[in-house]
């Protein structure tokens, strides 16, 4: 997550970025007294989170709360004030929140988990991995990656599905051709598949997923951001964008979603 805290007293916006270091160690929580260092911060990191102080000197958090709107639209602001008073204009802004000074780590605690704007997931693999609805693969950039071939996007989505286990040829050839007789001619085209899918994914940085063994192919998990990995371990975004619809393009998948729907736990 990544959240600024503006006051213009110091010490005030320093203590919850402190707060936010205790509720989430590996974000990024940056506290200003200078108003148009923070606007420039939001600016460039497009916080999900702007805790800011009413009563400012040239510019009120309720000015400040439009400007960063006009440059980081799903920010969602909280007010941080020791007036009631305040509560009324700060909901016409349509904030996220408002808490009373001081500010103490239950009350932010309460009100993360109430956001207007649900906080996305930063990507920190090569691409991003959507499984859930109809299965899609997403560069570094957040663009959707267009596979020359459907077939080569169905092997890499049943490679998803296996959560990295190397799978034989044989074994994806049965998903792919179920209607036809395992050979030597469907194997020949797996790996014309599988050469154009390392193809489309090096074109974004991203063919280092695929991991080749003996007459194998797999995935290295590791390297990728996936919805459904997410979901397995318990990540709240993940958790709250499962539907109940996964890989829709693939009747292969129903199984996975038939265990999603019914015993999520047993994964």
Not at 160 to 176: F, P, Q, Y
Request: proline share 3%; aromatic share 10%; glycine share 6%.
């Amino acid at each position: 997550m990544i959240t600024v805290s503006v006051d213009d007293q110091i010490n005030v916006a320093e203590e919850i970025a402190g707060i936010m270091k205790k509720l989430d160690a590996d974000g990024i929580h940056e506290a200003f007294s200078d108003i148009q260092k923070a606007l420039a911060t939001v600016k460039l990191r497009q916080p999900d989170i702007a805790w800011l102080d009413i009563e400012m000197p040239g510019m009120s958090g309720l000015e400040m709360a439009m400007e960063i709107k006009k440059v980081s639209p799903a920010t969602n602001i909280i007010f941080v004030t020791g007036h009631e008073k305040f509560a009324y204009q700060s909901f016409q802004l349509h904030a996220s929140g408002f808490i009373l000074k001081p500010a103490t780590e239950e009350a932010l605690k309460r009100e993360i988990d109430n956001l207007r704007m649900p906080v996305q997931k930063r990507l920190t693999g090569v691409c991003r991995v959507q499984c859930f609805g109809n299965f899609e693969v997403f560069d570094k950039e957040d663009q959707a990656i267009n596979f020359k071939r459907s077939r080569s996007k169905e092997v890499l989505a049943y490679l998803v599905d296996r959560r990295g286990a190397m799978c034989t040829s044989g074994e994806i050839c049965g998903i792919l051709f179920e209607d036809r007789e395992d050979g030597n001619a469907l194997k020949k085209q797996l790996r014309v598949f599988m050469s154009s899918l390392r193809d489309d994914l090096k074109k974004h940085g991203a063919d280092e997923i695929l991991v080749k063994g003996w007459n194998a192919y797999g995935v290295d998990c590791s390297l990728f951001d996936c919805d459904y990995y997410d979901y397995l371990k318990g990540e709240s975004y993940a958790v709250n964008s499962f539907l109940g619809e996964y890989m829709l393009q693939y009747p292969w998948a129903d199984m996975t979603l038939g265990e999603l729907l019914e015993k999520p736990e047993s994964f």
